[in-house]
């Protein structure tokens, strides 16, 4: 639905993690429940380990949003670990609830932890994203570096941010500052109460006394029926946490124009 749709994998592994983009994308979707993403001798391809072993087991199931959220359970509520999953899964139901979910990805042991590569185009080197130095404290993971970066300051997790427009409501669910390039990812859930159309590439950015800026790229369902909801995820280059999403649309036949503007803060 994007007028230059990123590879999807490397969408969550780089425009999550390091914010840069990829080319088009040449993989087929991972069918439920998939193949292994694990590349064979690596300790998580062969279930050894422990809780961090879990965690990027978690992470590489980039095709499965609803496996994402499984892993939440080993990590410690409130800790970056845990924020880092939740937004990692949130852009994952995004491009899934868009109808092109992207593939799993494979996990390779490296000398201070994992990285992670989604499907390159062929002839190409894939790129990969590192994760090492896992923390777990009680058992559950609670903290980690993204290509030798730590990601904690640059996550937000929402709560009770939210906007409601001729019967449509947009909640803000995470927010992440790539810790490479900058670019800013938000993710929010919509629903509607009528059926609505949403002009999600039309999205923009604000921060006070700042320039708007339109969305580089969006993931999500346009069209949203009676009672639906869906998850949507928006890519703004060079921008930081704190403005304001704003998000316009109409209701059936435009009957109702939608307005929605949500503060990107916790």
């Not at 970056?80 to 949130?90: G, I, N, P, S």
């Not at 995820?233 to 304001?244: I, M, W």
Request: proline letters at 7%.
């Amino acid at each position: 639905m994007t007028p230059s749709r990123s590879a999807a994998a490397v969408a969550l592994i780089l425009l999550v993690s390091t914010g840069c983009a990829a080319g088009q994308r040449t993989s087929a979707p991972t069918d439920l429940p998939g193949p292994s993403p694990w590349a064979p001798g690596s300790r998580v391809a062969a279930g050894e380990g422990g809780p961090k072993e879990a965690y990027v087991a978690a992470l590489a199931r980039t095709g499965e949003p609803e496996r994402m959220r499984e892993g939440l359970a080993l990590t410690a509520e409130g800790s970056d670990a845990h924020a880092y999953l939740t937004h990692q899964a949130a852009v994952a139901q995004a491009w899934a609830d868009e109808g092109d979910p992207a593939p799993n990805t494979e996990v390779n042991d490296t000398a201070d932890g994992h990285e992670l590569c989604p499907a390159g185009e062929p002839g190409t080197e894939p790129s990969c994203v590192s994760y090492s130095d896992l923390t777990v404290e009680d058992g559950l993971v609670t903290g980690l570096l993204v290509d030798g970066r730590d990601p904690g300051p640059s996550l937000l997790v929402a709560e009770g941010k939210g906007d409601e427009s001729e019967g449509v409501r947009a909640d803000l669910v995470t927010a992440y500052q790539s810790v490479v390039d900058k670019t800013l990812v938000v993710t929010v859930e919509f629903s509607a109460r009528e059926r609505a159309s949403l002009d999600l590439l039309q999205a923009s950015y604000e921060r006070r006394g700042g320039r708007e800026r339109r969305t580089q790229s969006a993931a999500g369902r346009l069209e949203l029926d009676a009672g639906a909801t869906t998850h949507a995820a928006f890519f703004f280059p060079a921008a930081v946490p704190g403005g304001t999403l704003r998000v316009n649309g109409c209701l059936e036949e435009c009957s109702a124009l939608v307005e929605l503007a949500l503060p990107v803060e916790k």
